[in-house]
């Protein structure tokens, strides 16, 4: 327990359980209707605070944080991605970052999953069908889709979630390889083949699943050239964000064929992503749901609270980023 109640901004509604600790804790300023606040609602709303409680949603860039009172020192993330926080200025200024890994990381590995098989057995279209009372009945050759079990599948960034994924699907028999910064050492690898180049992971990969952090270096990394490396028919999965795949080029190969289907939970430009998707037949499309378990958000919320209460209890946070 802190003495003097530090104040917290929490630019989003947080699951009740984690407002509850945040309440109980330091002198919280809940966002009670939900409302993305825009760059100047949150400077006002900072004047007198001490830390900041962010999110995906947030575009904490130069300029807000160069605006923000001297008396604020942390911006604790609530999720694991903080491509979304200028944290060179942040390091600048004197700000910590932090963010909240492990607690998501099987969350989103079954998202991966349910998109690879969404996809690949065309779900999404055979749902709606149901649903619109459009289903013809079965025949031998209806909705046909791509089997899973035994298929190559390339990892590209081998972190925690990359990891995780691979481990369940080792339970399609799936032959996994990866492509990461680092090779792996044999235990974490598990057998799973190192490409020590992009374009030698996308050459073997009929499944192609992206776990990498979104850089200046990972943009666009799916784009007209690397999607021509897969195999034809591949599918492309994406749980990781948006930016990292060039819309434009996955619409082309969706329609000619050299992407099969592909998966998305992520999107470049969320809420509303590239509107030729919503008329691809072959794609199974989910709402940025990665983390979203109830169990998940919670200890999202109370990690991202454990690293303010060290903070301010004079101890190094245990997920500083900057
Ligand atoms: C993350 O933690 O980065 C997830 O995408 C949810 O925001």
Do not use: C
């Not at 972190?159 to 044999?186: C, T």
């Not at 666009?220 to 434009?248: C, E, F, M, S, Y």
Request: glycine fraction near 8%; charged fraction near 20%.
């Amino acid at each position: 327990m802190i003495s003097a109640r530090k104040v917290v901004v929490a630019t989003r509604k947080l699951p009740d359980a984690a407002e509850q600790v945040l309440k109980s804790e330091f002198a919280a300023r809940l966002n009670k209707s939900d409302r993305a606040y825009t760059a100047n609602e949150l400077i006002d709303l900072a004047a007198g605070a001490d830390a900041l409680l962010v999110t995906v949603t947030d575009r904490i860039d130069a300029n807000l944080i160069e605006a923000l009172p001297s008396s604020l020192r942390i911006i604790a993330n609530f999720g694991v991605g903080y491509e979304h926080i200028d944290i060179d200025t942040a390091r600048s200024r004197g700000v910590i970052v932090t963010n909240t890994p492990d607690v998501l990381t099987e969350a989103t590995a079954e998202i991966a999953v349910l998109l690879m098989l969404g996809a690949a057995r065309r779900a999404g279209e055979g749902h709606m069908l149901v649903m619109q009372g459009a289903w013809p009945g079965w025949s031998p050759t209806f909705m046909m889709g791509h089997g899973v079990t035994g298929k190559k599948l390339g990892i590209l960034g081998m972190g925690r979630i990359g990891q995780a994924v691979a481990h369940r699907a080792r339970g399609f028999d799936m032959e996994i390889h990866y492509h990461n910064r680092k090779r792996l050492p044999p235990d974490r690898e598990q057998g799973a083949r190192y490409h020590d180049s992009t374009d030698s992971l996308f050459a073997v990969s009929t499944f192609l699943s992206i776990h990498a952090t979104s850089t200046p270096q990972t943009k666009a990394i799916v784009n007209a050239r690397t999607i021509d490396l897969l195999p034809k028919g591949a599918i492309l999965i994406n749980t990781a964000r948006g930016d990292l795949v060039d819309d434009a080029a996955v619409i082309a190969a969706l329609k000619n064929g050299q992407l099969a289907a592909a998966g998305f939970d992520v999107f470049a430009g969320e809420p509303n992503p590239h509107p030729d998707y919503r008329r691809a037949p072959n794609v199974f499309l989910l709402p940025h749901l990665g983390s979203a378990t109830i169990e998940t958000r919670n200890n999202m919320g109370f990690l991202a609270i454990e690293n303010l209460r060290a903070f301010f209890a004079g101890k190094e946070p245990p997920n500083r980023v900057a």
